[in-house]
């Protein structure tokens, strides 16, 4: 099952969710009138007036399980931030020195380029000596990773980058949305037990109160529905996730190319006296189906992950129960440190692949570049590795620097023709200041000018944390002035086009990342004029003939639409025919996607042939288009 097979499947997922959803709110409107009805008929009244008991009793129960749900959803419209910090995350600081904590920032940042997302924030739990950890967030763009101190402390490097790729799978399919979305949505239908229980810990029943007693038996009358709720609740969530939690371990291992490091991070849950069980126990209920291992302790119906066993021998299958307690014997006298263990084990990051030369011709084709998105290998983990150490350290510090972020990333943006980038800094220095102009361009003259094609878009994915902690005012400014940027003489190359929608893109998302929260359901044939005019300016933006780019045109259109005749129409605006095409083809279903990626593919590589520059560019709009493609374009 590919990324975009998954994505559809995790849209299906949320009908269900609907689905379900609907049964359990048809199951408590049920018990809430079978409770009236009882106490209707012990009152001694006719049985036959009941009817608009009922029907009030049916559309107060409908009102408070639908302002429940409004209230949760509404409270987690911040995002994947948002639940870290109900979890009690403690944000990382990109400067951090705590080497535990540094070594996290350095796995999750090669992940993330690996995969060709944003670098998500990273948190850590530090009250909790358990093994575990969870994504969170809507989209990419507002996504975190947090983990637990006794993760931190009690995992080797190769354990923790098994953990982080399992949540990686997570945020890349789809399952991240759909997990916040089963938050708000389950929080009405426990909201009667909740009500229930409020009145039971704070009402006051002795004295001369008459109505002491009625309100007593409402109240235990609303905890024992309020388990109903719970039940469904629980049942949905074991339902949701247990499957997903498979193909996040099948994921991580296809990832890392080796087992032993998420093997190792589940024996050492299920070996250790603290294992997963979180201790904010209710918080942990209203998470368990989003963590990496069970932190409450359901088992059977209610259980939201595969047994711990049955998920070790899925990657080492002669693993028995017997050497489970053999390590949970050993463990009692030893804990397990696993900084110790990196040192033993000589499991330090470092150089293990080299970038392509700027005028490497690379070989692609639609269906291996289709198999790579959202599906980084361990040759991408290797680039991304290279990546990183390949960007100068004195970039690197300035893109995790939130003074120095802005004009890093928009000297990114400025032209190599000195007439466009006089009008660019005019257009910085009008918004931001004639100083921020000046930083930006000599960014750029020191740094980013000679920077290699292939880093400038991990470059931007480093530097977006520390962007997102800019006040949202400074960040509105920021995107204006980018956009103005991109636009300043209205002829701008391809990629600084896109790479400024990128960054629009991501910016918006985490400003309000509840409201980009969808599935697309638009079909390919409400969007051909779309797909046509991106077809039409890649291809005459990579050929200087018009014949070369009519042929590159329409060996991609060709692949797209192959029942449509769509002419080559060159674009005279160029890049700037995309502004009204970007938001149809991001409301794509993701099967329909997948068929536009194929094409972008033949459109860029009809000859077989792909240039650094080239492969970027394709990088970029496939981010644009939320289908995240990592960097090794060249693999077999």
């Not at 700027?358 to 639609?366: F, S």
Request: with cysteine; net charge neutral.
């Amino acid at each position: 099952m590919n990324f975009f097979e998954r994505q559809a499947q995790a849209r299906r997922n949320s009908s269900r969710l609907v689905l379900l959803f609907a049964l359990a709110v048809i199951g408590i409107v049920c018990a809430v009138d079978f409770a009236a009805w009882v106490a209707w008929g012990v009152g001694g009244s006719d049985e036959g007036s009941a009817a608009p008991l009922l029907f009030v009793c049916s559309v107060l129960t409908l009102g408070v399980i639908g302002l429940g749900s409004l209230y949760r959803v509404a409270s987690l419209r911040g995002g994947g931030e948002t639940v870290a910090l109900q979890m009690g995350g403690v944000p990382i600081a990109a400067d951090t020195t705590d080497f535990n904590l540094r070594r996290l920032r350095n796995v999750v940042e090669e992940i993330a380029i690996a995969s060709g997302v944003p670098v998500p924030k990273i948190y850590v739990l530090e009250h909790e000596a358990a093994i575990n950890a969870f994504a969170a967030g809507y989209s990419p763009s507002d996504a975190v990773i947090a983990v637990t101190r006794g993760a931190l402390d009690r995992l080797n490097r190769d354990e923790l980058q098994g953990v982080i790729a399992h949540e990686f799978s997570h945020v890349l399919n789809g399952d991240m949305r759909l997990n916040i979305r089963l938050m708000g949505v389950l929080f009405g239908i426990l909201m009667i037990g909740l009500i229930g229980r409020k009145i039971l810990e704070h009402g006051r029943f002795g004295g001369r109160n008459k109505g002491a007693g009625a309100i007593l038996v409402a109240a235990l009358v609303a905890m024992v529905i309020g388990y109903v709720g719970l039940f469904f609740g629980r049942m949905i969530k074991a339902g949701v996730s247990r499957q997903r939690e498979r193909l996040a371990d099948a994921s991580a291992v296809q990832f890392t190319r080796q087992t032993t490091g998420l093997a190792g991070a589940l024996k050492k849950i299920g070996g250790l006296d603290e294992g997963s069980r979180l201790n904010e126990r209710n918080n942990a209920e209203e998470v368990s189906h989003m963590l990496f291992g069970d932190g409450v302790g359901f088992h059977g119906l209610f259980a939201t992950h595969p047994p711990l066993v049955e998920r070790i021998q899925e990657l080492e299958p002669q693993f028995t129960e017997a050497q489970m307690r053999a390590l949970a014997k050993k463990w009692i006298e030893v804990p397990p440190n696993g900084l110790e263990e990196d040192a033993h084990l000589g499991l330090v990051a470092g150089r293990t692949a080299t970038l392509p030369p700027e005028d490497a011709q690379l070989a692609v084709t639609p269906p291996l570049v289709v198999a790579q998105v959202a599906q980084p290998s361990p040759d991408d983990y290797k680039r991304a590795d290279a990546i990183v150490e390949t960007i100068p350290a004195a970039v690197r510090t300035l893109a995790g620097q939130r003074e120095s972020v802005m004009p890093l990333l928009l000297g990114l943006l400025l032209d190599d023709d000195k007439r466009v980038r006089a009008l660019q800094r005019e257009e910085i220095a009008a918004r931001l200041g004639m100083a921020m102009a000046e930083e930006a361009t000599q960014l750029r003259e020191q740094h980013l000018a000679k920077l290699h094609a292939a880093l400038r878009l991990p470059l931007a994915s480093i530097a977006f944390p520390a962007l997102r902690l800019r006040p949202r005012p400074e960040l509105d400014v920021f995107l204006d002035t980018s956009d103005a940027v991109v636009h300043a003489d209205g002829r701008v190359s391809l990629f600084e086009f896109c790479l400024g929608r990128l960054l629009q893109v991501q910016v918006r998302e985490s400003l309000d990342p509840s409201r980009h929260a969808r599935f697309g359901r638009t079909k390919l044939n409400g969007v051909r004029s779309e797909i046509a005019t991106m077809l039409c300016v890649v291809a005459q933006s990579g050929h200087e003939s018009e014949s070369n780019a009519r042929a590159a045109y329409l060996h991609g259109i060709q692949r797209v639409l192959p029942n449509d005749a769509l002419p080559y129409l060159p674009r005279r605006e160029g890049a700037l025919a995309l502004d009204a095409a970007w938001a149809p083809l991001d409301a794509l279903d993701p099967l329909a996607k997948q068929a536009v990626v194929e094409g972008l593919v033949a459109t860029i590589g009809h000859d077989n042939q792909v240039t650094v520059g080239e492969a970027e560019l394709l990088r970029t709009i496939c981010a644009c288009l939320h289908c995240p493609l990592p960097p090794m374009l060249e693999r077999a």
